[in-house]
């Protein structure tokens, strides 16, 4: 029998679980266990748990359990991520861990992993450490050799990314530009010759003067995708040329969040 890591028997046609199992019997097994057997094989340490970006349906059962089972659960807003606890009837302790305090936390949260203790971090939305706090309280565990387990989920970068139509095998995410036109057209301006699609993040005060800056910088003819509220209820998106996706946001009032993608200067649509 000819055997490949799905457990496919391609000689016979056949397709079996049978070689899986005895190479990887965690690995395909685990994919079978009830919700009571995952919640006890939880190690104690930190958990960096993503949570929707928008749509509720998008949280994931693996997500759910660590978060019913920690200890101690590290968010931004303790008021955001109460309603998503309620929503999912989780009960937590919660402790505030913001950019302002993230550094002081960190300590705080790295001796209760020590200590072992199950400890879950997430942001208001999204994944956590991707233009949100964070970093600096993996950065510690690190340092200190504490055991960091990623829970992945929703992204609003890579959804956007998977949903835009402009080239995705490669990607430079640059998070939210600067607040001023200044430093936007200088950050811009660098990175107008990037040979691959660059990712922002945008508010709705800001997207109209982001777009206007990428126009004069990367050129009315750069091919952009800028996507609103997404995986929401009023989802939007525009693709084309940057000159034409301006234009269509101009010409109403933006509202919501915006993801904001360039492609390089040589991809056409």
Same mark, same amino acid.
């Given at each position: 029998? !000819?055997? $490949?890591?799905?457990?496919?028997?391609?000689?016979?046609?056949?397709?079996?679980?049978?070689?899986?199992?005895?190479? /990887?019997?965690?690995?395909?097994?685990?994919?079978?266990?009830?919700?009571e057997?995952r #919640?006890?094989?939880?190690?104690?340490?930190?958990?960096?748990?993503?949570?929707?970006?928008?749509?509720?349906?998008?949280f994931?059962?693996r /997500?759910?359990?660590?978060?019913? %089972?920690?200890?101690?659960?590290?968010?931004?807003?303790?008021?955001v991520?109460?309603?998503l606890?309620?929503?999912?009837?989780?009960?937590?302790?919660l402790?505030?861990c913001?950019?302002? $305090?993230?550094?002081?936390?960190?300590? @705080?949260?790295?001796?209760?992993?020590?200590?072992?203790?199950?400890?879950?971090?997430?942001?208001?939305?999204? !994944?956590p450490? @991707?233009?949100?706090p964070?970093?600096r309280?993996?950065?510690?565990?690190?340092?200190?050799?504490?055991?960091?387990?990623?829970i992945?989920?929703?992204?609003a970068?890579i959804?956007?990314?998977?949903?835009s139509?402009?080239?995705?095998?490669?990607?430079?995410?640059?998070?939210?530009?600067?607040?001023k036109?200044t430093?936007?057209? #200088?950050?811009?301006? %660098?990175?107008?010759?990037?040979? /691959?699609?660059?990712?922002?993040?945008?508010?709705?005060?800001?997207?109209? #003067?982001s777009?206007?800056?990428?126009?004069?910088?990367?050129?009315? $003819?750069?091919y952009? /995708?800028?996507?609103?509220?997404?995986?929401?209820?009023?989802?939007?998106?525009?693709?084309?040329?940057?000159?034409e996706?301006?234009?269509?946001?101009?010409?109403?009032?933006?509202l919501?969040?915006y @993801?904001?993608?360039?492609?390089?200067?040589?991809?056409?649509?």
């Open positions: 029998m !000819t055997a $490949n890591c799905h457990g496919l028997d391609l000689e016979n046609g056949k397709a079996t679980l049978s070689w899986a199992r005895k190479r /990887a019997p965690r690995a395909v097994e685990g994919t079978l266990q009830s919700d057997v #919640q006890c094989n939880l190690a104690p340490g930190l958990y960096v748990v993503a949570t929707p970006i928008g749509n509720l349906g998008d994931s059962q /997500a759910i359990d660590v978060l019913r %089972r920690c200890d101690l659960l590290a968010c931004e807003d303790t008021r991520t109460g309603k606890l309620k929503h999912f009837s989780i009960g937590a302790k402790i505030s913001r950019e302002e $305090n993230e550094l002081e936390m960190a300590t @705080v949260i790295c001796d209760a992993v020590a200590s072992g203790k199950l400890v879950a971090l997430v942001c208001d939305a999204g !994944t450490l @991707v233009s949100d964070g970093f309280v993996v950065r510690q565990c690190r340092r200190r050799g504490l055991p960091v387990f990623p992945p989920g929703p992204s970068a959804a956007a990314l998977s949903a139509g402009l080239p995705s095998n490669s990607f430079l995410f640059l998070g939210f530009p600067p607040n036109s430093g936007r057209r #200088q950050l811009f301006s %660098r990175h107008k010759s990037f040979p /691959a699609t660059i990712i922002f993040y945008e508010s709705c005060h800001r997207i109209r #003067q777009l206007s800056d990428a126009l004069e910088e990367f050129g009315e $003819n750069r952009c /995708a800028v996507g609103r509220e997404i995986t929401k209820l009023h989802e939007s998106w525009h693709v084309g040329k940057l000159c996706v301006y234009c269509a946001i101009s010409s109403r009032k933006p919501g969040e @993801v904001l993608l360039i492609a390089a200067d040589d991809f056409t649509l």
